[in-house]
């Protein structure tokens, strides 16, 4: 079985495209199981730098698909994707879904997958970032922004975008990433933020986590954050605002993006992570005095306290009630200071 495993692997780099094509759909199937997984591992030397040449080499066949899939099997191993990255993978992917998205988006889907788990590992986010060429540093990432706001589809299966949601929040853990995606002149957060209107949950979620992760800057580029509040207090409020129809007093103080959604009934977000993301982004921009005025302007406090009677969830509690707390003798102040500035 070795022999021929050994032999299977060196036909990924035969002078024959159809040998390369029947052997890399072996080699794909292999990767679906665990047997064929270890195996392949202990031969990562050979397997995973002629996968990434098939990759490059015929992208507009069904072997270049193949050889994504299987590369995007084999990287939900850290090592392996700690191994892949230092071969190039990153620039590798982002080349052919620059050349073949439209052709073929089946091939770029399982190539943005495979950005996820090569972004799981530090080198991955480094390598996307493009950390240390400054003249094209945030190319790649500015890159699969556009292309995930303009691709956003109400099917699921043809939304060939739709995981870099996920990217966005495996670079928004580090501080690079998160530079990036609020530096003003390239509006990348701004962009993301309008997709939390999507109906898809995978791109939901991986906004709200995103704009969480972006908040740890909240110390430092408060005003940033605070430049797209008209963009931002939707985002975080509505899905910690509850199912209720607010009165006209309540949306009389309130922004017309929050007051027109909350004036009729709504779909709960059922998504407790999604619920529990939105409330420690707001705490971490209410931490700063100028988060909390802003916050009262949009009669913030009412919204969370309108939200807490319809949770249920313990953690989302703890985290509604962590808010109150910080609030609890800050509030008569700033909350006349943030009437006066509506």
Known sequence: MADELDELIGFLSDHNPQVRGAAVDIVRGLTGGE????????RADRALPALLRLLASAAGSGAGEAAADALVNLSQDAALAARLVALGAVAAAMDVVDRRAREQPGLARSLVMLLVNLTHVESGVAALLQVGDEKVQGLYVAK?????????????????????????????????????????????????????????????????????????????????LLSLAEYLWPALLLPVAGKKIYNEEDRSKMPLELSSALSHEREAVEDSGIRQQALEAIYMIVLQDDGRRSFWSVNGPRILQVGYEDEDDPKVMEAYELIGSLLVGKGEGEQEQGEKSQ
């Open 35 to 42: 047997d064929g997984l270890r195996a392949l591992t202990a």
């Open 144 to 224: 699969l922004v556009r292309s995930f706001c303009r691709s956003s589809s109400d099917s699921e299966d043809q939304d060939i975008f739709e995981y870099v949601a996920s990217i966005l929040v495996n670079i928004s853990k580090v501080e690079a990433g998160r530079r990036t995606l609020m530096e003003p002149k390239r509006g990348l957060l701004k962009q993301i933020i309008r997709q939390f209107d999507s109906t898809n949950q995978l791109r939901k979620k991986g906004v709200a986590g995103t704009i969480r992760n972006c908040c740890f800057e909240a110390d430092t580029q408060l005003q940033s």
